[in-house]
């Protein structure tokens, strides 16, 4: 059985940082991207950010130059560093991991349960 779970999310005001770490557990053989994704009421689910386990990283024009992508191997975490938060950064921030549980499995996406992140004054 694999977990995904995410944290780090609260209220910020705007102008403000966060950090955003999401680990896996469990059953896991090797992770190859993961990634970070958000939503907000009504609206579907949008491209944040995603990491190759090389490192090879890519975000949303939305939040180039604000946030930044990174990994641990050995910790099966990803991170996401928000810089600069403006008010329509706010949103439900899901994590996934694409990973396979064994040798002869392939690769699966799984997804954490979501942590808010809140940009007001």
């Known amino acids: 059985q694999v977990q995904i779970v995410e944290s780090g999310g609260g209220l910020v005001q705007p102008g403000g940082s966060l950090r955003l770490s999401c680990a896996a557990s469990?059953?896991?053989?090797?992770?190859?991207?993961m990634g970070w994704f958000r939503q907000v009421p009504e609206k579907q689910r949008e491209w944040v950010a995603q990491?190759?386990?090389?490192?090879?990283?890519d975000s949303a024009d939305s939040v180039k130059g604000r946030f930044a992508i990174s990994r641990d191997n050995a910790k099966n975490t990803v991170y996401l560093e928000m810089n600069s938060l403006k008010p329509e950064d706010t949103a439900v921030y899901y994590c996934?991991?694409?990973?396979?549980?064994?040798?002869?499995?392939?690769?699966?996406?799984?997804w954490g349960q979501g942590t808010q992140v809140t940009v007001s004054s």
């Open positions: 996934k991991a694409v990973l396979s549980v064994g040798r002869f499995f392939g690769p699966v996406a799984y």
């Open positions: 469990g059953t896991i053989f090797s992770i190859y991207t």
């Open positions: 990491i190759t386990r090389s490192g090879i990283t």
